[in-house]
């Protein structure tokens, strides 16, 4: 079973910077949309930026300007590039990646921005 690992969450100063990534443990057959979701506590789970398989990407306008997404969707990987980070951007961050038939979720890493 294709099980997806996150990396790069961590403890950050406000204006600070983290890269999160996730790989993908097995081929995943015609990928065609990857994102980053995040809920913190209290609140339901948020989309924060998608990348489709024809590199049409979409943002949260909470991050809009500060955080970018890329793939590699030979290597079933995923990435975001966090920047100016606000204690607002404290949450968990889920890697998603889909396929027509299947979606497959990360177990989540912690990202806390102290102010």
């Known amino acids: 079973q294709v099980q997806l690992v996150e990396s790069g969450g961590g403890l950050v100063q406000a204006g600070g910077s983290l890269r999160l990534s996730c790989a993908a443990s097995?081929?995943?057959?015609?990928?065609?949309?990857m994102g980053w979701y995040r809920q913190a506590p209290g609140k339901q789970r948020e989309l924060v930026a998608a990348?489709?398989?024809?590199?049409?990407?979409n943002y949260a306008d909470s991050v809009k300007g500060r955080f970018i997404i890329s793939s590699d969707n030979a290597k079933n990987t995923v990435s975001l590039q966090m920047n100016s980070l606000k204690p607002e951007d404290t949450a968990v961050y889920y890697c998603?990646?889909?396929?027509?038939?299947?979606?497959?979720w990360g177990q989540g890493t912690q990202v806390t921005v102290s102010s």
């Open positions: 998603n990646q889909r396929s027509l038939a299947l979606t497959y």
């Open positions: 097995g081929s995943i057959f015609m990928i065609n949309f």
């Open positions: 990348i489709t398989s024809g590199g049409s990407t």
